[in-house]
């Protein structure tokens, strides 16, 4: 299985010639080549997350592409056939078993609505908690997808987050609100946090790809 990071949160992962696709938003760049792409997963509804923009492109080479998401995405976007999922929920789509995990997105400040937010794990080797630090209980994570910056990250509590997942494999995504001295200032403090329990970190920028 082949990761390709793209920009922010956005991931595309390769399994058996089939693509998946999670949280191409606002702060990511057109994807290219998506005639093998079999699912779209948007872990919650803020638009560095999904736009319509994306949507439109990716069903106008993919149409009835299923998308999986929590209600709130489905509610923001309401002009498109949305499954929604919860945590505890299975999805089987192509070559990509995707197991649900979390609820809620992590606090930003008590004067903002919290909304829902789902990780995901997909194949049972890829985790990405979208925007929160839900820990998915009773899994060992190969690969982690760890959140490097955002106004609701405390990189203390993100570190936190990398300790108590244990992965053997870790990177860093949700960075374009980082300049490049924070974001490889955030990267040190997760290589040292993944490697506390023998992991290893990987610094991909985007378009770089991690085989697992």
Do not use: C
Request: proline content about 7%; hydrophobic content about 40%; aromatic content about 8%.
């Amino acid at each position: 299985m082949r990761v390709t990071k793209h920009e922010h949160a956005a991931l595309r992962i390769d399994q058996a010639g089939e693509s998946l696709l999670i949280d191409p938003g606002s702060f990511t760049g057109p994807l290219e080549d998506l005639s093998n792409v079999v699912g779209l997963v948007i872990t919650h509804e803020h638009a560095d997350h999904w736009t319509p923009e994306h949507f439109d492109r990716i069903l106008r080479q993919v149409p009835g592409l299923p998308i999986y998401a929590p209600a709130g995405v489905a509610a923001a976007a309401s002009g498109y056939d949305i499954t929604v999922v919860h945590p505890g929920d299975t999805v089987t789509v192509g070559a990509f078993t995707l197991r649900f995990f979390g609820g809620d997105h992590a606090v930003i400040h008590e004067s903002l609505p919290l909304v829902q937010n789902v990780g995901v794990l997909v194949n049972e080797q890829l985790y990405y908690p979208g925007d929160s630090y839900a820990v998915p209980e009773g899994v060992s994570v190969d690969t982690l997808a760890a959140p490097l910056g955002a106004p609701w990250l405390k990189i203390g509590d993100a570190m936190d987050f990398v300790l108590a997942v244990q992965p053997k494999r870790a990177f860093g995504t949700h960075d374009m609100t980082l300049s490049t001295i924070g974001r490889n200032m955030h990267r040190q403090r997760l290589q040292w946090a993944t490697e506390q329990n023998g992991g290893e970190f990987f610094e991909l920028d985007p378009g770089d790809t991690l085989d697992i």
